[in-house]
Nanobody, 124 residues
């Protein structure tokens, strides 16, 4: 079992930056691939970024490539999402997720554990 707690969300102007954090507890954090997803009002939850066990492999949604960076610190049991050049369309609740897999996945069904989410609002 893995427990995930996100933090770092908030209100930011377009063009600004935020860094989200996801603290994990429970089973060995470094055994899990980690992902970030988001869900805007009235829309389905969508993939944002993912990172492999040791951080050697990453994957991004096309909509965030070049603006967002996912990273992890296994010594701190934490995964991060650095978000730069934010746009109003990035407004959503952002969720951290863990997958008991060595592979970097982009599908919701590949992730067994989820956090409660943190709100990110980008004003124009």
């Amino acid at each position: 079992q893995v427990q995930l707690v996100e933090s770092g969300g908030g209100l930011v102007q377009a063009g600004g930056s935020l860094r989200l954090s996801c603290a994990a507890s429970g089973r060995t954090f470094s055994s899990y691939a980690m992902g970030w997803f988001r869900q805007a009002p009235g829309k389905e939850r969508e993939f944002v970024a993912a990172i492999s066990w040791l951080g050697g492999s990453t994957k991004y949604a096309d909509s965030v490539k070049g603006r967002f960076t996912i990273s992890r610190d296994n010594a701190k049991n934490t995964v991060y999402l650095q978000m730069n050049s934010l746009k109003p369309e990035d407004t959503a609740v952002y969720y951290c997720a863990a997958a008991d897999s060595p592979f970097v996945g982009s599908e919701l069904g590949e992730y067994e554990y989820w956090g409660q989410g943190t709100q990110v609002t980008v004003s124009s």
